[in-house]
């Protein structure tokens, strides 16, 4: 199975992090997880979810909130500030990052190539190795330094997904708007999956 970093900022929207990290370790991909400290208000406010303790404590904590086992390798949780990361670098290979949700502060960093934690490091690393980095975006309305900033990043190579759900599959809960963004960060990935019906269907 393929082996993915994924983060998550400081923007409204966690529940789309959870629900592609609970997609991509059901189908057993290998995830690298990482999340700032913007990232963990806003987690906590919304899904009353904190992380805390040393690295390990909250890999730990983090498997027990998804219901995985401790000894699970599926998952492993790396502080976004550790630069002596593995994935600092472009010598571990991994199949690509997705950053959902994406605060506008993280879209500046890795468009200027700004690597002040692990995270805009590690998109930017995607970026030099010419591997896929999905960005999801959860802000209204954009100014032009946002739309500027995610014009930069889509030349650079960058999938740029926000988080506009459609409605065309008559979405009845909240969990419908959200499989269909995560639906369509999987499609970038060549990930099949039914989370939505795709129009026609």
Known sequence: MSSYILAVTGASGTIYGKRLLEVLLSRGHQIKFLISKPGEKVLAHELNFQLEGDERERGRRLKDWLGLKPDDRGLEYVDYLNFSAPICSGSCKTDGMII?????STVAGVAQGISSNLIQRAADVCLKERRPLILVPRETPLNEIHLQNML???????HIVPAMPGFYHRPRHVADLVNFIVGRVLDILGIEHDLYLRWGE
Not at 100 to 104: T, V
Not at 152 to 158: E, N
């Open 100 to 104: 959902i949700p994406c605060s506008m």
């Open 152 to 158: 930069t990043l889509c030349r650079a190579g960058a």
